[in-house]
């Protein structure tokens, strides 16, 4: 193989054209999640609380899986996971992210109605892989 | 005998690793941190010195905790973990303001290293102006 077609093979992005909604409070953290995303091919679309997430997934866009803090200001992840199942009858894929490492949050995310929960900060192949494994088991 | 290994005050490693090595995303995220830190401090400090708002107390070090975790500041980590426990129980408030106190002093230990690394990063057009 030439050099130039070896330049030209593109390593294929994870996540290319996946819609995310990613709702976290903490600036930082959203900009960590925003760039390993975008990195691997993500739109993504970021907001700072459930009850801004749930406005946008009621909006006429279209999203493939939600990134949702477990605990951030004004409405939680927890209560506006149980909003988008009960009220909204929304079956999106979504994943719980925290900074406690224990088992109980995972355990309350399931309950409230998340597909999965991974813990801050992200390491960006297990969250990339994450996102993937949801998504197909939701079209499973 | 063979010396000591000395853990450093801040350790960026984290960013680094994610970003392969990206020096203007460094440079933002030390700046966000710088943005965001010190005021969620200020707002904790607050909180523990002028109320017994267990719950204020509980959500501000959860909030810090988060981005202690990204940008690792020797031993903040740990002492938010420990805060934000005691605030959840409702207990311990001599501890708590002893770990504010702890955190402050590390904080402000750190901020020499953490302005360096900024500056390391910073772009070059941004550099020109200033």
Known sequence: MSEMENNNKKIPLLLNGINILVAEDNILNQKIANFILKKQGAIV???????EAIELLIGSM?????LMDIQMPGMDGFKATEYIRKDLKNNIPIIGLTADMLMSATDECMEAG?????????DPKSLCDLILSVIKERNN | MEAPIEIPIVDFSFIYQMSDNDSVYVFEVIELFLKNVPAGLAKLEDSVRNTDNFEIIQKQSHFLKSSANVIKVRGMFDDLV???SLARAKTGKEEIVELLDKLLFLFNEALPVLEAEREKNKPKKLKAKS
Do not use: T
Not at chain 1, 62 to 66: A, E, G, K, L, R
Not at chain 1, 114 to 122: H, R
């Open chain 1, 45 to 51: 679309q970021s907001v700072l609380n459930g009850k």
């Open chain 1, 62 to 66: 279209h999203f493939d899986v939600v």
């Open chain 1, 114 to 122: 998340m597909n999965a929960c991974v813990c801050k900060p992200f």
């Open chain 2, 82 to 84: 420990r805060m934000e």
